[in-house]
């Protein structure tokens, strides 16, 4: 680990790393207010020596590291990560890779990934003092890219994988499989794979069905499929689901959260499984997901009575 400019001679024993899209300006007065509570709390906190440099207000306490690697995170019992989704999952990659819980406060729109709200900054830093927290583990999905009969590409995500067109005048052409089974092909704008934590993201968004986290599935989703039968489909944890690109058609993109994207060539073949990692996230409160949906889609729910008692 390479330390930065702002190192104390000491670290106290218990530490957190934060992580925060610098490039807002209410994130950086949020990340400024949490590390000066923390630190007054007596945890220690590291931060990457790039975002350090967009928080003027640090302590002289916190210690920076330049490189972003997960080992920066050895001995951190925490990630707490402040941003939108797309930061969020930035810090899921963190958190895979280091084991390291991860906990979440929102600063985007719908955040399912995060744990607090910008007006939750006081109550965080009190729980993680206090050691109030639980972790829990989510699923991921681990994606095999085969072109030509050689593994070409491996990735993960932690909500989806998925296989889209790259020209917007062409359809792509795809056959899908389940265990090594055929299922249907048609033409269509993609195929998105997602976990039960993804069925809120892309795939919601292409008409997938939300499915609670604790429940063990893995989702394949048609986006603007040109034919009859093009339905979400919700298989078991233990399904290989398999995306075939056609030889005869254009050739396509996989995106992993968004974030990493490869080319398919004509006739690649997309696989994806559960995957052998998952992400541990930290959680402040045994709210329902039921509660959490509500609040982050504003359902509309004036009305209800609950049960007769």
């Known amino acids: 680990m390479t330390s930065g400019t702002k190192a ?19 994130a950086v007065r949020s990340a400024e207010l949490v590390v000066k509570a923390l630190v007054a709390g007596g945890i220690g906190v590291r931060v990457l020596e790039a975002e350090a440099a967009d928080l003027p207000g640090l302590p002289e306490a916190v210690r920076t590291v330049e ?3 997960p080992e ?9 990560v402040l941003g939108g989704d797309g930061t ?3 810090g899921a990659a963190f958190a895979r890779a280091s084991g390291v819980p991860m906990l979440g406060v929102n600063l985007g729109r719908v955040g399912f990934l995060a744990e607090a709200e910008r007006d939750d900054l ?10 109030s927290y639980d972790v829990e583990e989510r699923m991921t999905i681990d994606v095999v890219v085969h072109a030509d009969g050689d593994i070409v590409h491996t990735d993960w995500a932690l909500n989806e994988a998925a296989v889209q067109k790259v020209s917007p005048e062409r359809m792509l052409e795809v056959v899908l499989e389940i265990d090594g089974r055929p299922v249907t092909g048609f033409g269509c704008d993609g195929i998105v794979c997602a976990t039960p934590t993804g069925s809120t993201a892309y795939a919601f968004s292409a008409g997938g069905p939300v499915v609670w986290p604790d429940v063990e599935a893995l989702l394949m989703v048609p986006i603007s499929a040109h034919a009859l039968f093009a339905k979400p489909l919700v298989t078991s944890p233990t399904t290989v689901l398999a995306v075939e690109v056609q030889a005869e058609g ?12 490869v080319e398919l060539p004509a006739g690649a073949r997309v696989e994806v499984r559960r995957g052998a990692v998952p992400v541990r996230l930290a959680r402040l409160h045994h709210a ?21 008692r």
């Open 8 to 26: 104390a001679a000491t670290e106290p024993g218990r530490t957190v790393f934060l992580l925060a899209h610098t490039g807002r300006a209410a």
């Open 67 to 69: 490189d972003a690697t």
């Open 72 to 80: 920066v995170l050895d001995g951190c019992e925490l990630l707490i």
């Open 88 to 90: 969020l999952l930035r």
């Open 122 to 131: 006081a109550r965080v830093v009190d729980r993680v003092v206090s050691r």
């Open 250 to 261: 254009p050739h396509g993109v996989l995106w992993c959260d968004g974030r990493r994207t």
């Open 288 to 308: 329902s997901f039921t509660d959490r949906l509500v609040a982050k889609f504003a359902l509309p729910v004036s009305g209800w009575r609950g049960a007769p």
